[in-house]
């Protein structure tokens, strides 16, 4: 059965250093030192034997968070094109193991979907890399819709990956244990998940949908934290004058990914809210790397039909990328 892992990460020296000059060093360099870093530039042979190791064919690379969305315009634009650049390198290497999420330098949305576009057409790219807000614009601003204009133009899906919480609301609710603690604590503990979730409800309530119905939306983490509250969301229409309900968003809209976290509860609850065709497998490489092949043992386990499996596996990806406008 072929497995491809949509949410797989690397970071490359160049980024790495853009991130080490910002002046939140939290946004990203402090949370990758030691072996972690080295898997995360690591794009040949150690990547692949990991990969076999945990029954994975191909991934879906892409830069890891927060993109270069805390990065100036005159920053991100050229650094967006190289990291894209290096993608396409690796994928030219090993053209069977890999494939690509676009970086974007959303902090100038008219060249971030320019470079979407090349990326797509030129270099043959699955998609976009989405982190949220910038340093002080949530992803709905109107000056971001062109990203989704064209997204939805070329038919390409867009991930929508966590990044830390600004940093007023990691002082306000995430902060006064051990420095590491408040880190993990507004990061991977919580904070990422409901940053990510928060973005995503705002995209549906500015009627981003509404205004382009075909937009497709990638959440990781099972849905961060959403699905879970689909029964509350149903209230919204009570006070919006959107065109469909933000429960319908949730069926029509979106794609819910594992993320590494293999628990057949959370399955079953994405399927009983988006539906089986709706759902993606990732690993979130390298954080949820472990030895021993967890990865291919979770969709071994699962209680649900052969064909259900392939379409977890690689079958609703395929369908997802198969109209891309090159």
Known sequence: MKTIAIEEHLLSPDVRAAWAASADEDAGESLHQGEMLEHLEDLDAGRLARMDESGVDVQVLSLTSPGLHQLSPEESVPLARKTNDLIAATIGRHPDRFDGFATMPVTAPQEAATELERCVRALGFKGGMLFGRTPDKHLDNEEFWPIFEKASELRVPLFLHPQIPSLDVREAYYSGFDPQVSLAFSTFGIGWHYDCGVQFLRLALAGVFDRFPELQIVLGHWGELVLFYA??????????????PVTDVLRENIYVTASGMFSESYFRHAIEVTGIDRVLFSTDYPYQYRPGGGPREFLDR?????????????????RLTGGIRR
């Open 231 to 244: 029964e509350r969301l149903k209230a919204f229409s009570r006070m919006t004058r959107l065109h469909r």
């Open 302 to 318: 699962l209680s649900v039909s052969h064909e259900d499996k392939e379409k977890i596996a690689h079958g609703n990806w395929e």
